[in-house]
DNA sequence: TTCCTGAAAA
DNA sequence: TTTTCAGGAA
């Protein structure tokens, strides 16, 4: 009864999988581990779209591993800028770096759970798609087609220990790889989360939640709490048509990125909006912005002195090539309302 | 609990 | 236009 889900779910795999830059065709060779592990980190939290140019250019700037490990992190940063999540990046360098010394990357999912930036998921599909180990690889998709299939009522995310054992009991020992991406291309195209097609689906006679009559509640999910709103200032400070750029702190918010100087806003409370040097400003504006867990309003402040001096660490960097500072998105968007 | 972003829905 | 939502690691 179990295997024949796999069964089922493989057949619709070889003729629908969808086309991906990282990977390869149903039944093919696995692609080099390098590669699989570069495309499961860059769709953490983000959609295969966003990520795809980003895996492109990440590849052709470096190709194996070993270039990724001797690359300087600041490149690596400011390639990865707009992607979001940094702490992914500073990971990703790490992770690099600890591959290429000990001569690649293992073939074990405990191994790979070991690695920075591999939680549970990541060390499973690497070890899955890249190894042919049988491991199951649970990310959000994957819990919302077992929590489907098997009409599990338990919400989220107490629901996962149930969630994880239906899970194994359905990998086949053949195919892992297949498997694993043929559930997440299930989750991304068929079992979506608003109004699945359950048509189309491969295992609709095996599901459970249809028998339901509406599968599109599961999994239940935990109710969220409201965000709070800060407010905070950038300071945009130019001289003989360059920016002053600051680098923030190696942890937390955008750690590592470079930035605009501002006043300390955080998750916890506002900017102080005392300005890194004194001087008349004017008003540039204001960014609206939704972080994970609260929303900021950034005002932007244009200086509008002529003394430069006291600046402390940082860059100037042509105003007119901004855009490849490798700003995050909050930046570019006030660096955006500066140039006007 | 702390980390971002862009697409989709309202 | 504004709001909601999708998507894992430490």
């Not at 001289?239 to 937390?252: H, I, Q, T, Y």
Request: aromatic share 8%; proline share 8%; with cysteine.
């Amino acid at each position: 009864m179990e295997h024949s889900i796999a069964a089922d779910l493989l057949a619709w795999y070889d003729r629908a999988a969808r086309t991906l830059p990282w990977r390869a065709p149903p039944g093919a060779a696995p692609p080099d581990p390098y590669r699989v592990w570069l495309s499961e980190v860059m769709l953490q939290q983000t959609t295969t779209v966003h990520a795809a140019p980003y895996y492109a250019r990440f590849l052709a700037l470096w190709p194996t591993v070993e270039a990724l490990a001797a690359a300087p992190e600041a490149a690596v940063m400011a390639e990865w800028a707009g992607l979001g999540y940094y702490a992914r990046a500073r990971n990703l360098i790490a992770c690099a770096r600890a591959v290429a010394e000990r001569g690649g990357f293992p073939d074990t999912e405990a191994e790979l759970r070991e690695l920075p930036g591999l939680g549970a998921y990541t060390a499973a599909a690497v070890a899955a798609i890249a190894f042919g180990r049988p491991a199951a690889a649970i990310d959000a998709n994957v819990e919302r087609v077992v929590a489907r299939l098997f009409a599990i009522e338990e919400p989220l995310p107490a629901a996962r220990k149930a969630i994880r054992a239906a899970t194994e009991a359905i990998v086949p020992p053949a195919r892992p790889g297949d498997f694993a991406q043929a559930m997440m291309d299930l989750g991304a195209t068929v079992c979506t989360p608003r109004s699945p097609k359950c048509l189309l689906c491969p295992l609709s006679t095996h599901c459970r939640g249809r028998l339901t009559g509406d599968p599109a509640r599961l999994p239940i999910k935990a109710p969220k709490k409201l965000r709070p709103l800060r407010a905070g200032t950038a300071f945009w400070i130019e001289k003989d048509g360059a920016v002053w750029l600051v680098r923030r702190a190696g942890k937390g918010m955008l750690g590592g990125m470079r930035a605009l100087p501002d006043d300390g806003w955080s998750a916890r409370a506002d900017g102080s909006g005392e300005a890194p040097i004194s001087g008349a400003w004017r008003a540039g504006g204001l960014v609206r912005h939704t972080f994970t867990h609260f929303d900021l309003e950034l005002g932007v402040a244009l200086y509008a002195g002529e003394r430069w001096d006291d600046l402390g660490e940082g860059e100037w960097w042509p105003a007119d090539e901004i855009e490849a500072a490798g700003l995050p998105t909050l930046f570019a968007k006030a660096a955006r309302l500066a140039i006007l």
